[in-house]
């Protein structure tokens, strides 16, 4: 079993950044696949990023790329989402996500792949 806890969420401005952290517990971190997930409000839940277990490769949805950055620190226990030029549409609970296995089972961008999830941090973005 993985606990997941996610914070720095917050209220922004357009063009502003944030820093998320997704704290995991219950099992040893570095072996288990991670990745980002957002939801919108009256939306379904969408993927951000993902990251491998040494950070060996690392996949984001194209509305973010060159804007947002995934990291993980394994001795840690940790993974980031650095959040830069942010925009209103960017408003949403962010969500981390671990897969039980050191590898992706499927397409990281799907979230079957993904066993653990936490409760999900708000990020706010005005414009």
């Known amino acids: 079993q993985v606990t997941l806890v996610e914070t720095g969420g917050g209220l922004v401005q357009a063009g502003g950044s944030l820093r998320l952290s997704c704290v995991a517990s219950?099992?040893?971190?570095?072996?288990?696949?991670m990745s980002w997930f957002r939801q919108a409000p009256a939306k379904e839940r969408e993927f951000v990023a993902a990251?491998?277990?040494?950070?060996?490769?690392?996949y984001y949805t194209n509305s973010v790329k060159g804007r947002f950055t995934i990291s993980r620190e394994n001795d840690k226990n940790t993974m980031y989402l650095q959040m830069n030029s942010l925009k209103p549409e960017d408003t949403a609970d962010y969500y981390c996500?671990?897969?039980?296995?050191?590898?992706?089972?499927?397409?990281?961008?799907?979230?079957?792949?993904?066993?653990?999830w936490g409760q999900g941090t708000q990020v706010t973005v005005s414009s």
């Open positions: 219950g099992r040893t971190f570095s072996s288990n696949v």
């Open positions: 990251i491998s277990t040494g950070a060996g490769s690392i």
């Open positions: 996500a671990a897969g039980r296995n050191s590898f992706f089972t499927g397409s990281p961008f799907d979230q079957g792949v993904y066993d653990y």
